[in-house]
């Protein structure tokens, strides 16, 4: 008899194909996320879930699913929607996607690093409110990247690709991560500082620390106030990385000068949260992995792990915590 999988999302084919090829596959058949109470359902009796960020997967849950589950195989890197702790516990491992969307995430980084800088999202909005009658020698203004500083907070993988795109643009690159070495920020082209160092002197601050106890709201009223009022933040890791009303305020009194955000808090953001009255305020909807290959490459390795898992065979990435 094949093991019983639940597969939490649509998640790009190539991935239901492998899971199907070995496990019988009860899929969410809905596009959006399923609640709380359908996935305590769902996930009763199987040998493994897989699951997406969207997925609240609690020490409840885990129980709900009963002594069958072997595996929580997670179709993302980050895994802060998971009581690791709880599962572990449980001695059921869990799965996570690093690598394969490095490239992408930094790629998106950058791009709303280069789309605040040159305040492209504004660019756009006066085409459409029909403002664009002549050329203006001193309107929308933006930031040269060329010699500017900035500042990448947490120098793991994909801190290290932003790290290497910032060279081709001639930044200098100053490095902030709890275990960081001298050597290791000079070998990605970064000097190595403290936090408040990094933000006093970075003309950009980019973050890609994981959410944890310790670096939720990380940015917060007192790190904005030590930021450069030409400063602009950068979030593609998690939105509770930022205290979002600290920095809606920071943002409207021109304590810092742009922000660009892939992720929020909530999400989604609620259409009255006042940050999306910002013009200041670039936000995108959690697209940093959203290329096809990079989604497939996800879709692939979350089925591997979760079929490692099921087969009694330890997964080729599994989440260790320290
Ligand atoms: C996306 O945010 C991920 O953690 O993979």
Request: glycine share 8%; net charge negative.
């Amino acid at each position: 008899m094949k093991p019983k999988v639940f597969v939490t999302r649509q998640i790009p084919e190539i991935g239901l194909a492998r899971v199907r090829e070995v496990c019988d596959l009860d899929l969410w058949e809905h596009e959006d996320p399923a609640p709380y109470d359908q996935l305590l359902e769902r996930v009763r009796g199987v040998d493994g879930v897989l699951c997406t960020l969207t997925e609240r997967i609690d020490e409840g849950l885990i129980a709900a699913a009963g002594a069958n589950l072997k595996v929580i195989s997670q179709m993302a890197v980050g895994y802060d929607n998971i009581d690791v702790r709880a599962a572990h516990a449980r001695g059921i491992p869990v799965g996570n996607t690093p690598g394969v969307l490095t490239a992408a995430t930094a790629d998106l980084a950058f791009a709303l690093l280069l789309a605040a800088a040159r305040r492209l999202s504004e660019g756009v909005q006066y085409i459409r409110d029909g403002q664009w009658t002549t050329w203006q020698p001193r309107h929308l203004l933006g930031a040269d990247l060329n010699g500017a500083t900035l500042g990448i907070i947490g120098l793991g993988r994909i801190g290290k690709a932003v790290a290497q795109r910032a060279r081709g643009f001639d930044m200098n690159i100053l490095a902030y991560s709890r275990h960081l070495t001298d050597e290791e920020a000079r070998a990605h082209g970064a000097t190595r500082v403290d936090l408040p160092t990094l933000l006093h002197e970075s003309d950009f601050v980019s973050l890609h620390t994981p959410l944890t106890p310790d670096t939720r709201h990380l940015i917060n009223r007192e790190t904005l106030a030590e930021m450069k009022q030409t400063a602009i933040l950068i979030n593609t890791t998690r939105g509770g990385t930022v205290d979002p009303h600290a920095l809606y305020a920071a943002l409207r009194d021109n304590v810092i000068a742009a922000a660009a955000l892939d992720v929020t808090e909530p999400e989604p953001i609620p259409l009255d949260d006042p940050l999306l009255t910002l013009p200041n305020c670039l936000i995108v909807p959690h697209i940093g992995s959203a290329t096809v290959k990079t989604r497939d490459k996800m879709a692939l390795m979350a089925a591997e792990n979760l079929i490692a898992g099921v087969t009694g065979q330890p997964l080729p990435t599994a989440v260790k915590l320290g």
